[in-house]
């Protein structure tokens, strides 16, 4: 998909593909966004199943898990 100067001059908003970083439709048209294609939004969701991904977080004190067992 190739962006031009009458996309942006239609008022549509047009978003780099987090997958990719190709040009993609943010709008309700676009049934993948905010990827650009059904492949990219795929190869995401593969990336986030196999933990390519992660979300970092803090252990929390009151996490048993995280709490030492030596007494």
Not at 18 to 38: D, I, K, T, V
């Amino acid at each position: 998909m190739t962006m031009t100067t009458s996309d942006f001059l239609s008022g549509e908003r047009w978003v780099r593909c987090p997958n990719c970083a190709g040009p993609s439709l943010y709008a309700p048209a676009n049934l993948h966004r905010p990827f650009c294609s059904e492949r990219c939004k795929q190869a995401d969701l593969g990336a986030w199943a196999s933990e390519q991904f992660v979300v970092a977080a803090d252990a929390s004190p009151a996490d048993p898990s995280t709490q030492s067992s030596i007494h």
